[in-house]
């Protein structure tokens, strides 16, 4: 069987990831190495630097050389984070002369009008400045029979569509297109971060993700879908990250940002009541070396965090307050989900089970799932039902306590 050479690339605010893998006619795959470099030119998902972001490419292609006989393609998928998109529901309908069976053609056809309604609903500033990027089809009605997932093979003479547009900046792809053309490749796709980091885990263990919320938790930014019968049912992003998380420390506690981002690696948390109350760090302060509470790092960590999850939840309680009510799990991915204890900080938001989602590679890194998982979407493609879904609990306070510690379990506790 012949099978195509793939390469994904990440072009994160920290790391450089990029992958080769291959992938047959029928959909199978297989990841051939996976490498990550430090990140040059990049700042919260944007390219500050196109010269450094290229030197660091190219770091991360050579070193995919070093690690495979086989010669990268000339051509790249690219991940795109939030904050180069727009996302829409839309709906659409076609119908036909009379009664006929469905095929797939009719599904693009429906998928085209899908996209031009919403371009002329929107007008000239959406046409202009953006392009479609992903049409995820949430369900197909046929004369009014709905919650239909694959209308192939179907008859009637009615087809109608709810399903998420997503839409890039074409100055994104404009710029993404220059530089890889510059590391001597030629852009084949591009692929959503969030959407790309679900298929990091979609599929295993047939496992079927209805009311499940998927965060992904970056260094420069957060997205997340809420996924109902199997597909994004809502998308949305949040311009606040790690780095968001950092910069807010830093204010706080008055250090450099490579102290701080050590400190962070060693004592960071994001579930400050888990932290003993009685042990200390040595931190740099204007020249001289000072004691510092523990529990501080982790208490600012959970304050800051919880802002960006709370808005999370807001927004979701806004667009449809089932998804609150009904949450079967959260799956967490992103540098973020490194964070020690945040799985509890998410569950006790959410109230619902939290499971930290780690690639199907040898590399169980985390931050390594949007790279794997767009490798697992283009794979995803190559199926035949790929032709249809994808384009072209609260913290109790305890008993008071006096002094300081007192005064920090007393302001952990008024957090959630």
Avoid at 30 to 40: D, G, H, L
Avoid at 175 to 200: E, P
Avoid at 250 to 267: A, D, P, T, Y
Avoid at 310 to 336: A, C, H, S, W, Y
Wanted: with cysteine.
């Amino acid at each position: 069987m012949i099978e195509e050479k793939i390469l994904t690339i990440d072009l994160g605010t920290t790391y450089i990831r990029a992958t080769l893998g291959t992938v047959g006619r029928k959909g199978n795959k297989k990841i051939v190495a996976t490498v990550k470099v430090p990140s040059k030119g990049m700042k919260s998902g944007n390219i500050s630097s196109l010269v450094s972001v290229k030197d660091a490419l190219n770091a991360a292609l050579n070193e995919l050389k070093l690690k495979t006989t086989t010669p990268l393609p000339g051509e790249a998928y690219v991940i795109v984070p939030g904050g180069h998109v727009l996302s829409y529901r839309v709906e659409a309908k076609i119908t036909f002369p009379g009664i006929q069976q469905i095929h797939y053609k009719d599904i693009n056809d429906l998928k085209n009008k899908a996209e031009k309604d919403l371009m002329e609903k929107k007008g000239q500033p959406l046409k202009q400045h953006y392009e479609t990027m992903h049409i995820i089809p949430q369900e197909f009605i046929i004369e009014n029979m709905s919650g239909i997932q694959n209308p192939i093979g179907h008859s009637g003479k009615e087809l109608a569509m709810r399903a998420l547009i997503i839409m890039v900046t074409k100055r994104t792809k404009k710029t993404l297109q220059d530089l890889l053309r510059d590391c001597g490749l030629k852009l084949n796709g591009l692929i959503l971060q969030s959407l790309a980091s679900f298929y990091g885990i979609k599929g295993r263990e047939n496992f079927y993700f209805n009311n499940n919320l998927f965060l992904y938790l970056g260094a420069g930014s957060t997205e997340y879908f809420f996924l109902r019968e199997d597909k994004p049912f809502l998308y949305k992003h949040l311009p606040e990250g790690g780095d968001d998380i950092i910069d807010f420390l830093i204010s706080k506690i008055k250090i450099g940002k490579k102290e701080m981002e050590k400190l962070v690696k060693e004592h960071g948390s994001a579930y400050a009541l888990n932290i003993p109350q009685d042990e200390f760090v040595t931190i740099p302060v204007g020249g001289k070396l000072k004691k510092l509470p523990k529990i501080v790092i982790p208490a600012l960590i959970q304050l800051k965090l919880q802002k960006i999850l709370k808005e999370i939840k807001r927004e979701l309680q806004n667009e449809d307050p089932t998804t609150l009510i009904n949450m079967n799990k959260v799956f967490l991915t992103g540098g973020l989900a490194k964070l020690k204890d945040i799985d509890i900080l998410v569950s006790k938001i959410f109230k619902a089970p939290v499971e930290i989602c780690l690639p199907d590679c040898e590399d169980s890194d985390v931050t390594l799932t949007p790279v794997v998982g767009a490798l697992n979407y283009i794979a995803a493609t190559r199926k035949p039902e790929g032709k249809i879904f994808e384009v072209n609990e609260d913290i109790v306070p305890s008993k008071s306590e006096s002094g300081l510690f007192g005064w920090f379990r007393r302001f952990i506790d008024q957090l959630i």
